[in-house]
């Protein structure tokens, strides 16, 4: 089975600042890769699909990059409605995997 | 605008089995996948299955041999049942539409999520 592993597990920044989060795949996966926020007490909300596509309504402050084995979702200037815990998933195969989540604070 | 909308026991018993329903309003059950996912408290997702409206089914190894998802096309409603339950299925569980007509594809669409805890 292909794991999905995130870097950092948490994260605590200023708002503007930009933030960067990593998902990597342990085997290759083209760009079946999606990522999604998920507020406190909320259900989770799909941002980027196919590593890179903005789904309609998300801000651009929020991209995402990657193909393959190695992926990012960047927040170019994180700001307080940002917090929240974003996972990535797998998409590609049978088996549709999350990563463990990172959750973005504000300092 | 699609809605899905998990319905169930709040509360299981261990070693029962814990059945679930998601009813889809808003637009039509066929022609997608459905799946189901979960989250034990303060923890992350967990991809359990999905299923087609045709019934062809996708599942977690790590739960299929407890594991059943059917579909209702007629009531535009799917169902997750979980056979022998511990401690560890204490999650909310959510549904999900998967988008477009692939199964290679992302949840667009999530119910608000229910959580059953497993419990004597």
């Known amino acids: 089975d292909i794991q999905m592993t995130q870097s950092p597990s948490s994260l605590s920044a200023s708002v503007g600042d930009r933030v960067t989060i990593t998902c990597r795949a342990s085997?290759?996966?083209?760009?079946?890769l999606a990522w999604y926020q998920q507020k406190p007490g909320k259900v989770p909300k799909l941002l980027i699909s196919?590593?890179?596509t903005l789904q309609s309504g998300v801000p651009s402050r929020f991209s995402g990059s990657g193909s393959g084995t190695d992926f990012t979702l960047t927040i170019s200037s994180l700001q307080p409605e940002d917090v929240a815990t974003y996972y990535c998933?797998?998409?590609?195969?049978?088996?549709?995997?999350f990563g463990q989540g990172t959750k973005v604070e504000i300092k | 605008q699609v809605q899905l909308q998990e319905s169930g026991p709040g509360l299981v018993k261990p070693s029962e089995t814990l059945s679930l329903t998601c009813t889809v309003s808003?637009?039509?059950?066929?022609?997608?996948?459905w799946s189901w996912i979960r989250q034990p408290p303060g923890k992350g997702l967990e991809w359990i299955g999905y299923i087609y409206y045709s019934g062809t089914t996708n599942y977690n190894p790590s739960l299929k041999s407890r594991l059943t998802i059917s579909v209702d096309t007629s009531k535009n409603q799917f169902s997750l049942n979980l056979s022998s339950v511990t401690a560890a299925d204490t999650a909310v569980y959510y549904c999900a539409r998967v988008e477009g007509s692939s199964d290679w594809s992302t949840l667009d669409y999530w119910g608000q999520g229910t959580l059953v805890t497993v419990s004597s």
């Open positions: 808003g637009g039509s059950i066929s022609g997608y996948y």
């Open positions: 085997q290759g996966i083209s760009n079946y």
């Open positions: 196919a590593a890179s």
């Open positions: 998933q797998k998409y590609n195969s049978a088996l549709k995997t």
